[in-house]
């Protein structure tokens, strides 16, 4: 059973590390660029198996989110209740049936091909030590097949995001299981000349709204010899009336719905006949999804790629070209990559005395990443978390050690995190592209991490504590006397700078430290990162900074939720740097 297990998080790291690949290349039911964020999301629970195989059902039911997310959940409800290889093939086939089942309009040249092949191949193959070779044929075979299976695919030049999503996921899965020692086919050579949109496609427009929806049925339904419920399928057959892209997912007496619609408001009052609405979630399609980086990686002489533990906006860093590594936080049952959270996810439940944790992605999802990064975008330099903070740089030098061998790899130990981690990967990859060698964007990149400062706000200590970063008497003492400790991110960890005793202090203290820095015609790169106080931050904070020194250029962002949890709602932080004084 350890090897199954180890076998599900292996396929999910390899899933990881190509979801932004896949969110390139969405292009079916809707160009919205999001199967690969709804996939790492969805199957998040198979990175650390608990329990038995029906509370393993019940998680990623709980998980799934989108259309891609909810099918993968219907299916892998399924395959994750085998306790050996000879189960596979059974659950398999199960899980097969339950995803087309889930689907109110079902379609060939999606991942429901990709399930459809490996339930014939292992249905045919019972023996593990021979199965990886003609699976893993059968599967890539599977995938190219979308592109003729759908027109959308044709027509953009690609294949499906969500069938190749589940090709690299089976891939890993298998070649752990069988325990395959050869260096695996890259998926670049595999499916060369289909992995990028064509620039004369155009998705059909849409302006309807995604809806996830979770409702809690009058009556729990009969189980009827693992046959969809009677029930069930009405609810699905009916809600295709209502919207397009309909997937429903039983759950004991709760159904996950996902559907697409113009309407929520109608949507929902159309729904109070179903049962009661317990959970609620719409969002517009966004079609620009299908856009690769605003700043084509290949128009710089290096990829810059960073920790998600920098308080950079996965839009900021899309729109600068840079590539984000998150490490995961982890709330009760649910581990999510930590920036496909948000902050009203996290405070309000902090606030309530929830238990939060965060746990770094394991090594070998790590080294897939730095594998697929380089193997799309070249030579790339990595502006690493403080190894003071994480074991990320060791772990990055330890993959290039043994692969980096073209030496296009490169790794700084930043010693920052937060906003100070952001400012300096910010400034680098606005470097990147406007000069033209690698070596001046490294030197600029080591020249602005001695330039940058942060200094971070707390608001209560009880948060620090909680995570062991203080003594529990130094928290409850400090917050006894109204302290709020200003702190800063450094390669030797984090340092106290100061202590205040209100909010009015810790402004007083951020604009005196930045009178000491700049005089009022210096023109800095400011961020300002908020927690759950973003109204305060964007208005009485900025206002002031802005009027001290009128040439700086403010960005406002949210703090990096890695250091939300460690240090609590109400924190906020100031990073600043004078990238013309690297140049």
């Not at 086939?93 to 309009?105: C, M, P, S």
């Not at 004991?252 to 559907?259: A, F, G, Q, T």
Request: proline fraction near 4%; aromatic fraction near 8%.
């Amino acid at each position: 059973m350890s090897d199954l297990r180890n076998s599900f998080a292996t396929g999910y790291a390899c899933l990881a590390a190509s979801a932004d690949l896949v969110d390139r290349i969405n292009v079916f039911p809707v160009a919205d660029g999001d199967t690969g964020t709804n996939l790492r999301i969805s199957l998040a629970p198979l990175r650390n198996l608990e329990g038995d195989g029906e509370t393993a059902r019940k998680v990623l039911a709980r998980c799934a989110t989108g259309n891609s997310g909810n099918i993968a959940a219907a299916f892998f409800g399924e395959f994750c209740q085998s306790e050996n290889f000879a189960d596979l093939a059974e659950t398999a086939a199960r899980g097969r049936k339950k995803a087309w089942q889930a689907i109110a309009g079902p379609c060939a040249g999606t991942m429901l091909t990709v399930f459809d092949s490996l339930a014939s191949t292992l249905a045919s193959h019972g023996e593990a030590a021979t199965v990886y070779s003609p699976l893993s044929l059968e599967l890539q075979k599977a995938v190219r097949d979308t592109m003729q299976l759908l027109p959308d695919l044709t027509r953009a030049g690609v294949v499906d995001s969500g069938a190749l999503a589940m090709y690299v996921f089976f891939d890993g899965f298998f070649r752990h299981l069988t325990r395959q020692n050869d260096k695996p086919s890259s998926i670049f050579d595999l499916f060369a000349g289909s992995l990028a949109i064509s620039s004369s496609f155009r998705p059909e427009v849409t302006n309807s709204y995604c809806v996830d929806v979770v409702m809690q049925m009058a009556e729990k339904p009969a189980a009827s010899d693992g046959e969809p419920d009677e029930q069930q399928t009405t609810i699905r057959d009916r809600l295709a009336e209502l919207g397009e892209s309909v997937v429903v997912v039983q759950n004991d007496s709760l159904l996950k719905i996902h559907i697409h619609t113009p309407d929520p408001g109608r949507l929902r009052g159309q729904l109070g006949s179903f049962g009661d609405i317990v959970g609620w979630s719409d969002e517009a399609i966004d079609q620009g999804g299908v856009q690769p980086f605003s700043v084509s990686p290949e128009n710089s002489p290096l990829h810059i790629v960073t920790d998600a533990a920098g308080s950079l906006t996965r839009e900021m860093a899309r729109r600068h070209g840079i590539t984000l590594l998150d490490s995961y936080i982890i709330i009760g049952d649910d581990s999510r990559p930590e920036s496909l959270y948000t902050s009203k996810q996290i405070y309000p439940l902090m606030r309530k005395g929830g238990k939060i944790t965060t746990a770094q992605a394991s090594s070998f999802e790590r080294h897939q990443h730095y594998q697929s990064i380089c193997r799309q975008f070249g030579p790339t330099l990595y502006l690493c978390v403080g190894s003071a903070f994480t074991g990320n740089y060791d772990t990055a030098m330890a993959w290039k050690k043994e692969n980096d061998r073209d030496e296009s790899f490169t790794v700084i130990d930043t010693g920052a995190a937060s906003g100070r981690l952001a400012l300096i990967a910010l400034l680098t990859a606005r470097q990147a592209e406007n000069v033209g060698t690698a070596a001046e964007v490294i030197d600029f990149a080591q020249n602005i991490i001695a330039e940058c400062e942060e200094f971070v706000f707390i608001n209560e200590l009880k948060y620090l504590v909680a995570g062991g970063r203080v003594s529990k008497a130094g928290g409850f003492f400090g917050d006894l006397l109204y302290m709020k400790p200003v702190i800063s991110p450094t390669s030797d960890g984090v340092k106290k700078i100061g202590v205040v005793h209100s909010a009015k202090g810790q402004l007083a203290f951020a604009m005196e430290k930045l009178r000491e820095r700049y005089d009022s015609s210096s023109a800095p790169v400011i961020m300002l990162q908020y927690s759950d106080n973003h109204d305060w931050v964007a208005g009485v904070v900025q206002q002031q900074v802005s009027a001290l020194l009128p040439e700086a250029e403010i960005l406002l962002t949210p703090l990096s939720l890695t250091s939300g949890v460690h240090m609590g709602p109400g924190t906020w932080s100031m990073a600043f740097a004078s990238p013309g004084l690297c140049r």
